[in-house]
């Protein structure tokens, strides 16, 4: 006794392609199928906190003045909690030649796009460079070349994925630069201060007032609210993002800071000694630059000579 996919059956909600998949076991009215049997279209619900894979993405290449190209990639981690250091060398790799191409090592959860560019020659023509990682006993590998679809623009990877030219837009990114950190002790917090200049485009929203309170035995409207959250920090902010590291950095603001002065600051703590890069990310609500700064941590003094 066999399955037969039978038909496809399309539909849209919310905007979202859905495709609804109907089965027969061979010899059986459609009233007789099993119930509960996934079929070939489903999408498990499971998500996991833990235990699963990275998945390196080839994002696309830019095209340098030089004559060279980058190709840039982004990674899925699979996990919904679970953060991984994975130093550079076996286990997290570029080929051919050094494995160490600059990629990060240590992956938050999620999606990360656009993270790392990896330079190649003018004449890099049909060859093909790989990063490959392997979490939690399994490897995944990306695999990018100079395919002409996949050409992106600076101001693609500034606008996080607008293909939009912006040829006639008189925006210009921010600038940032980070104060470097001395005397880093771990797990003792630092203070992080990042200096963004900007040519105030474009022009922050204004914040809209909350809706009046329907009166007494009134049928208002009642707006749809977007986000059970605050919404994130309108106008000019930055954004922190541990890029390398041997553990966890935890960052004092949960989500971007407003920018102040001229300067937005944050704390940080590192788990571990050991060599981090730190990234920040400065947006001025369209475009986007980012610097990054390596920091040396210490053992704490408790620790040290042990």
């Not at 990310?281 to 210490?298: I, M, P, R, Y």
Request: no cysteine.
């Amino acid at each position: 006794m066999g399955t037969h996919l039978r038909w496809l059956t399309p539909a849209v909600v919310g905007g979202v392609l859905i495709a609804s998949t109907q089965v027969r076991i061979q010899g059986q009215a459609p009233s007789q199928a099993p119930q509960g049997r996934p079929v070939p279209t489903e999408v498990s619900n499971t998500r996991f906190n833990a235990g699963q894979s990275v998945v390196p993405y080839f994002e696309g290449w830019i095209r340098n003045p030089d004559g060279s190209f980058d190709l840039v990639f982004g990674y899925f981690n699979r996990n919904w909690k679970e953060e991984l250091a994975i130093p550079a060398g076996p286990d997290n790799k570029f080929e051919p030649g050094s494995a160490d191409g600059g990629q990060p090592t240590y992956f938050l959860p999620r999606r990360q796009r656009w993270v790392v560019r990896y330079r190649v020659p003018a004449d890099f023509g049909k060859k093909i460079v790989t990063w490959s990682i392997t979490a939690n006993g399994r490897t995944e590998t990306a695999y990018g070349d100079l395919i002409p679809p996949e050409e992106l623009t600076e101001r693609v990877l500034m606008t996080n994925g607008n293909f939009n030219p912006g040829e006639s837009d008189p925006n210009q990114p921010p600038s940032i630069t980070l104060a470097p950190l001395q005397n880093v002790v771990a797990g003792v917090p630092v203070t992080l201060t990042a200096s963004v200049q900007d040519d105030g485009l474009p022009k922050p929203r204004a914040v809209a007032p909350p809706p009046p309170p329907p009166t007494a035995g009134g049928r208002g409207v009642i707006a749809q609210v977007n986000s059970s959250g605050p919404g994130r920090p309108r106008g000019l902010r930055v954004s922190w993002m541990e890029y390398r590291g041997p553990g966890k950095v935890t960052f004092g603001a949960s989500g971007p800071t407003l920018v102040m002065n001229g300067q937005a600051s944050t704390s940080a703590t590192f788990a571990v000694p050991g060599t981090y890069v730190l990234r920040a990310t400065a947006n001025d609500g369209q475009l986007s630059k980012f610097v990054d700064v390596t920091v040396t941590v210490k053992p704490a003094a408790s620790t040290q000579g042990q």
